[in-house]
Structure formats: structure tokens, C-alpha cells
């Protein structure tokens, strides 16, 4: 039993340790990289929203709904010049 305590404590300041680490940009996740992978394992449409360049990405993998109704679509949208948020259509 204090085998599992000492583990469950030495993962969590491994965890916490990493958020100290300092990590350049060219290490960041990139939305046109990540957008294909967010598609094909959830099988969505993910549209990125930006003033610089807007994307659409479909999923490669799998086959599309048969019906149009069926289709799921992830919007993001760029903001602020440095991160993205999901955009949520708000419906009156």
C-alpha cells in the first residue's frame, strides 16, 4: 500500500515539474498539423477560423454520413494573435 502511495505521489511531481520546463515555439502543436488529427480520430469537420488564413478539414479515413444532418462540425477560431478557442454559436 505505501509502495502505491509513493508511486502516486512521485507521478504527480513528475507532473508538476513539466510545467516548468520552457519549451520553444518550433515544440508548439500547430492547428493545420492538429486540425487533421482532431478530423480523422473523431471523425468531424473542423473549420479554423483566422484573419490570416482560414481552413476546412475533413476527415481522410472514414466514410461521410449519408445523411447531411448527420455531419459534425468543430469551428475554432483564432484570437487575440496567439491562441485558439472554440467558437460557439449562441442561438436566441
Known sequence: M????VNWCMSWINLLHFFYLKISTDKWMTIPDMGY???N?????????????SL??????SQPPTDFNHHRIIC????HGNHF???VELHS
Open 2 to 5: 505505501m509502495l502505491l502511495i
Open 37 to 39: 488529427v482532431i478530423a
Open 41 to 53: 480520430r473523431y471523425n468531424v469537420i473542423v473549420v479554423c477560423l483566422s484573419l490570416k488564413q
Open 56 to 61: 476546412t478539414i475533413f476527415p481522410l479515413r
Open 76 to 79: 475554432i477560431e483564432h484570437v
Open 85 to 87: 478557442v472554440q467558437f
